[in-house]
């Protein structure tokens, strides 16, 4: 089939180049000139794993092409994703639709002929009617484009594999039966014949999905990370919990790390905006626990600050302390509300000298974060530190051999944020440890 993605992002760009290795003919849409040279010469302008080289073999191949033309894309394909970025507002209450309704207008001036207009942004439950309206109204087809709502669930690093292969396969329809379900169903043949379930259903219940589905993931990050605080005053060990629990198969270990809890582009900006939207629609009293999800998020980013401060005697300032990580999660060079870096930017205003490394992420968080000093590895910016952080899980960092780091610290203390050091070793090593949630 031939068809467009608009808006390359992590979404359009790993979606585009997914459906290209599906088979399809794809041609990716993005305003920003920039991007489109870079993805033109099959190179992704950001880090996701296994995508350059998907990239590099369609765009030779001549399946994938990107342009910055609205019309060219309107008139390549008959099937259009939409998946710009649909941010936070700048108060905080809910998402940023302005590039949303931007693209659908732009796209939709150029659509002459019948289409199928397929949403995967996030957006508030309720968006789905003012895009068909806005299509109908300007779209010289008028009537003839169908609106799909496709939500996406993909993880950042493991985008590919969770497009190719999703957990499920949500598709939201106006009404039963329609053109758009066929020709969507055309399109994914190959990921519902690998057995993908599918589910059809109407856009309330479409766009519902993404919220939720974020909602509850946080939830359940947030849940291990209350009992954390619970087990610091008992002397419990909250990732023998983790497993306890984990083996309940009505539980389920997944989503379930505890630590300095959940950061990024997505879980953080999709809670809040589920809790707005549920208060425009006055049912925010369902939503009330999201608020506690938050806040138990929040706590744990200040306890790693207060056990720092409580580490260099109640001051931290004058002190240099080292930060291992800077991405939000490992394996990204995403550093979008990064857990890590809020961690490291409030020790600074308390007056110490922190000094971040991250295997991937350095230059993102030099541009964002210039007053914070660097260093390229995690091994010199132990150098004459009095504190060592542990705050981004990347899995180098648990092979790092404590005993050689232990003598280029002013003090071998370190504090795991993320609860993946050998805690037994590092103490052998003669460092003190702390850890969130363990003994
Ligand atoms: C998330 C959802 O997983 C995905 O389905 C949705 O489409 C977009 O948001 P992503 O932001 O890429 O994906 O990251 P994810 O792997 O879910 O991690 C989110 C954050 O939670 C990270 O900061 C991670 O460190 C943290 N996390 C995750 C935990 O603290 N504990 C966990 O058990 C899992």
Known sequence: MKLTFVGCGYLGATHAACMAELGHEVL????DTDKVAILNSGKAPFRERGLDEMLTRHTSSGRLKFTASYAEAAAFADLHFIGVGTPERADGDGYDLTHLFSAVRRLAACLKNPAVITVKSTVPVGTAPRVRDLLHQIAPAGRA????WNPEFLRESFAIEDTLRPDRLVLGFEAEHSWAEAVLRRCYEAVVRAGTPTVVTDWATAELAKASANAFLATKISFINAIAEVCEVTGADVGKLADILGHDARIGRRSMRPGLGFGGGCLP?????????????GVEQAVVILREVEAINNRRRER?????????DGNVAGKRIAVWGAAFKPETDDIRDSPALAVAERLRELGATVVVTDPQALDNARKTHPELDYADDPVTVVEDADLLLHLTEWPQYSHIDPRSLAARAVAPRVIDGRGTLDAGAWRQAGWTVRALGRP
């Open 28 to 31: 990716g849409m993005d305003s």
């Open 145 to 148: 484009i169908e609106v799909a």
């Open 269 to 281: 900006k999709d809670l809040r905006g589920f809790v707005a939207r549920a208060g425009e629609l």
């Open 304 to 312: 790693v600050v207060d056990l720092a401060c409580r580490e260099l």
